[in-house]
């Protein structure tokens, strides 16, 4: 089996403050995702890669920033964090097997808060 | 409106009691996933469906692609099915378009 890792687990800033956070995945799977999670409501789709150095828009991706450094980690930038800001922000990979099936697996989450 | 629909937004059972577990699909939806979400935030992933149904100990999912929905039954309810179940729907561009949630709480 594998893992995804979510650094950092918690994460505070201050407004206006750019902040960067890191997933890693063990699976070797090609696709990861950042979704966005706001309390009590589903997940919003704001990047994904398909590859080594790829990146889709989703739907929430203004005020966000994407890298895949590499097919094992990819990482999200709030450019400019949002006064009282509070989400989670959930990482996901998934690789489509030759059977066609595609399913996520997901990291903990980040969680962030904004003074 | 929403592309997928989830019903109930919430639920609460007893424990050892049966619930059935909705979405609606207003996409043409080729496979479906079913996810819980547990009380500590974490997304386990319950289930990959293409058109038809499959079973894993107490619960059970069904995809009908014609009638465009999905469901997810749960038998015998126990206290750690506790948590919000999402079901997320691949369209046709192979993009995944997720359902809002159904909050389930079982009482002992």
């Known amino acids: 089996g594998g893992i995804i890792t979510q650094t950092p687990k918690f994460l505070i800033g201050q407004e206006g403050q750019k902040l960067t956070l890191k997933c890693q995945q063990n699976f070797n799977h090609d696709t990861m995702y950042w979704y966005r999670q706001d309390s009590g409501k589903g997940l919003r789709l704001i990047y994904y890669?398909?590859?080594?150095?790829?990146?889709q828009k989703g739907d929430l991706s203004e005020g966000y920033d994407a890298s895949r450094e590499k097919k094992s980690s990819f990482s999200l930038t709030v450019t400019s964090a949002q006064k009282n800001e509070m989400a989670v922000f959930l990482c996901?990979?998934?690789?489509?097997?030759?059977?066609?099936?595609?399913?996520?697996?997901f990291g903990a989450g980040t969680r962030l808060s904004v003074l | 409106g929403d592309k997928v629909k989830q019903s109930p937004s919430a639920l609460s059972l007893q424990e050892g009691t049966n619930s059935a577990l909705r979405c609606n699909f207003s996409i043409a939806a080729t496979t479906v996933q079913w996810f819980l979400q547990n009380p500590r935030g974490s997304l386990i992933n319950l289930f990959y469906l293409v058109p038809g149904t499959k079973e894993n100990g107490r619960l059970k999912s069904a995809f009908d692609s014609k009638e465009s929905y999905s469901t997810l039954h749960i038998r015998d309810a126990q206290l750690e099915d506790s948590g919000t179940y999402f079901c997320a729907a691949e369209d046709s561009n192979y993009q995944l378009i997720w359902g809002s949630g159904t909050k389930l709480i079982i009482k002992p």
């Open positions: 996901a990979s998934s690789i489509r097997t030759g059977a066609g099936q595609n399913t996520l697996y």
């Open positions: 890669s398909i590859t080594e150095n790829d990146l």
